[in-house]
Every structure is written in structure tokens, then in C-alpha cells.
């Protein structure tokens, strides 16, 4: 599944047009990003919460080289899936 | 920040769009992720990131109390995995 049947779900439930449809989508999305980029996290009730979480700077190596270097502080994104959601995968896979 | 709150900010960004409207968009974006996945399917969305089932296989543990083993069974569980646009988003609009 992709943005494109995101669009077509809300075309068929909203009388929208389908360019209007794609605005808001990218919009929704794009609000969600700039949320996280303000250090903000989003709890979506039934679904799940993301989280943003920040990184300090922390020693590493190269993997490939083994070369030393330090990892720069950096925020990640972690996602936590509801209760709800969890429960009903859960019996999905049972 | 609450669905509600997004909601309220989506439908401010939108001519035309009533709150109620929003509503419907935000919650058919999240149920739709959530139908595909249940169905088995991979959802991404580009620049955001995807959303997909991971299996956990069936392992052996220890019940600390007793010490006996007993098997867990495997499950599902969902991953999220952050998109390349995304994780750019955060590490470079960062407000003082």
C-alpha cells in the first residue's frame, strides 16, 4: 500500500476531488514531519504513538574500516504500537 | 500531540476543509494503514516511512519462578521504520 491508495480511500469517502484528496494527504504527512522536527511526539489513539527521542553523542567505529569516530547527537523517531493495535495482531498471528 | 490536535492543525492548513471532514481523512489514512496491515500487506509511504509485520519466531524461556522452560509462541509485531526524508526532517529544522 502507498500514499496513492491512502488517496483513493479518502476520495471515495469525502466528495472531494482526487487532486484534493493528494493536498491533504501530503499535508496530513507534512504536518505529522514538521511536528517531529519541533521535537514533538504524536500519540494517535487505536493506532500507536511516535516518539522522538534524542541521541546523545556517543563513540562508534567503522564497521568496514574499524576506524574511531563519534557519532554525532541526533533525534530518532521510535514508534510504539497501542494496546489495542498490539492486541489484534496478537490474535492474528495466534 | 493528540489525533484530535492534528486534526485541528490539518484542518486549519486546508481551505474548505471542516474539522469533521478532517476527521474523516485522518481517521481513513489510519485505518487504512491498519487494514492492509492486518491483510498482510506493506504499507509505504515515501518520505515518511513504512509500516510492516514482523514475525517473531517461537523461542524457549524460563519461568523465574519455577525455572521451568516453557515455549513462547512465536507472534507478529508491528515495525515502523522511519523514511530517509523524515529522518532528515528532524535532525535539521531543529528549533534552539
Known sequence: MTKAD????I???????????????????????????EGESI?????????VRKKMARRGRNPKTGEDLEITPRRVITFRVSNQLKEEIEKLSA | MTKSILIEKVAEKVEGLTRNQTEIVVDTVFDSIKKALMSGEKIEIRG???FRLKA????????????ESVEVPGKKVL????GKALREAINTDQKP
Open chain 2, 56 to 67: 517473531r519466531k517461537p523461542r524457549m524461556a524460563r519461568n523465574p519462578k519455577t525455572g
Open chain 1, 11 to 37: 476520495f471515495e469517502k469525502l466528495g472531494l476531488s482526487k487532486k484534493e484528496a493528494q493536498d491533504i494527504v501530503e499535508i496530513l504527512f507534512d504536518t505529522m514531519k514538521q511536528t517531529f522536527a
Open chain 1, 43 to 51: 500519540k494517535i489513539s487505536g493506532f500507536g504513538t511516535f516518539n
Open chain 2, 79 to 82: 515495525y515502523f521504520k522511519v
Open chain 1, 6 to 9: 491512502l488517496v483513493d480511500a
Open chain 2, 48 to 50: 515518511f516511512g513504512n
